[in-house]
């Protein structure tokens, strides 16, 4: 889907990006289908991935960032990102987050 948009458009590379943190984003906040026994080992048991999140999250981002260009704000991009990459796995060894 996201480089069917991307050739449409005229940028391939940043519509996989795009494409990819959709599919990570609709992963990470879709819950399991209802009809799934609760024996089977669901990754996610109703709860929210959060790295997948965060990984979606980064890939639009970049994507939109290389149509755009914002030179000056990769570096911001990508802190920012860090940052709460390393947040979350201090929640998760914690035992804040599941």
Request: glycine content about 16%; cysteine-free; overall charge positive.
């Amino acid at each position: 889907m996201g480089l069917g948009i991307g050739l449409i458009a005229g940028y391939p590379g940043p519509g996989i990006l795009i494409g990819l943190g959709l599919g990570f984003l609709i992963q990470a906040l879709i819950r399991p289908v209802a009809g799934t026994s609760p024996d089977s080992a669901a990754p996610h048991s109703g709860h929210h991935n959060y790295i997948s999140l965060l990984i979606g999250i980064f890939l639009v981002v970049i994507g939109i960032s290389i149509i755009w260009s914002p030179v000056n704000l990769w570096p911001y991009i990508i802190g920012i990102f860090l940052i709460l990459l390393g947040i979350v796995f201090a929640a998760k060894s914690l035992g804040k987050i599941r």
